[in-house]
Nanobody, 121 residues
Framework: VQLQACGGGLVQAGGSLRLSCAASVRALSRYGMGWFRQAPGQEREFVAGISWSGGRLAYADSVKGRFTISRDNAKNTVTLQMDSLKPEDTAVYYC???????????????WGKGTQVTVSS
């Protein structure tokens, strides 16, 4: 499974960005999907997750109410809509796929290359 994230960029605080993750797999619906981020000098952290059917969602407390994860299994894509961005959201964002029902770092089986998100104050 190859994953490719895109949509990052530079935005002012309060602005929005939409990240997309495209998967080179016939049946993305087999996998739970997640978004993670890593800021300089920090460990990679969970941001948002969505189950294979889209029926179960999870968010880090720091992004609840501001970020929305969604998926389109027919198009093999997962999206992270990021609104009300803050400077502390600045990081490299990664999408990942898992066979598991949770989104712990160690349970993600496939990782895409990251996309940089920079939020200026």
């Amino acid at each position: 499974v190859q994953l490719q994230a895109c949509g990052g960029g530079l935005v002012q605080a309060g602005g929005s960005l939409r990240l997309s993750c495209a998967a080179s797999v016939r049946a993305l619906s087999r996998y739970g999907m997640g978004w993670f981020r890593q800021a300089p000098g920090q460990e990679r952290e969970f941001v948002a997750g969505i189950s294979w059917s889209g029926g179960r969602l999870a968010y880090a407390d720091s992004v609840k109410g501001r970020f929305t994860i969604s998926r389109d299994n027919a198009k093999n894509t997962v999206t992270l809509q990021m609104d009300s961005l803050k400077p502390e959201d600045t990081a490299v964002y990664y999408c990942a796929a898992t066979y598991s029902s949770t989104w712990r770092n160690e349970e993600m089986s496939y990782w895409g290359k990251g996309t940089q998100v920079t939020v200026s104050s």
